[in-house]
C-alpha cells in the first residue's frame, strides 16, 4: 500500500501564490511517474502537470508559465509551485503517483487538498 499526503492548499487572492506538496509513504519498489490532477465542481478531473523520476514535465496549457512542478525522490515528494493564480484555478487538487511492480505498475492517489482563488 502506498499513501499519498497533500499539504499546502488554502484559500487565495487572484494573482498570489500557493505550493502544494505530496508525500509518498508505505511500501513500493519505486515511484515513476508523479503528478497533479485537479477537479472544479461540474467539471472532469484534468491533468494539470506531471513529471517522470528523470524530471521531464509537462504542463496544461492553461497554466503553462504559471505554475511549475519538480520532485525529490529521495524524499518521494512531489510540488506544485502556483503562481498568478487565477478565479478558474480553484478546485480540489489531487496529488498522483505511479508505482513500479514486477508484474503491474499501479496508480495511487492522494485525498485532495481544495484550492479557492478569489476575484
Known amino acids: 500500500q502506498v499513501q499519498l499526503v497533500e499539504s499546502g492548499g488554502g484559500l487565495v487572492q487572484a494573482g498570489g501564490s500557493l505550493t502544494l506538496s505530496c508525500a509518498a509513504s508505505?511500501?513500493?519498489?519505486?515511484?515513476?511517474?508523479m503528478g497533479w490532477y485537479r477537479q472544479a465542481p461540474g467539471k472532469q478531473r484534468e491533468l494539470v502537470a506531471g513529471?517522470?523520476?528523470?524530471?521531464?514535465?509537462n504542463y496544461a496549457d492553461s497554466v503553462k508559465g504559471r505554475f511549475t512542478i519538480s520532485r525529490d525522490n529521495a524524499k518521494n515528494t512531489v510540488y506544485l509551485q502556483m503562481n498568478s493564480l487565477k478565479p478558474e484555478d480553484t478546485a480540489v487538487y489531487y496529488c498522483?503517483?505511479?508505482?513500479?511492480?514486477?508484474?503491474?505498475?499501479?496508480?495511487?492517489w492522494g485525498q485532495g487538498t481544495q484550492v479557492t482563488v478569489s476575484s
Open positions: 498522483n503517483a505511479n508505482t513500479y511492480h514486477p508484474v503491474s505498475d499501479r496508480d495511487w
Open positions: 508505505g511500501t513500493f519498489f519505486r515511484i515513476n511517474n
Open positions: 513529471i517522470t523520476r528523470g524530471g521531464s514535465t
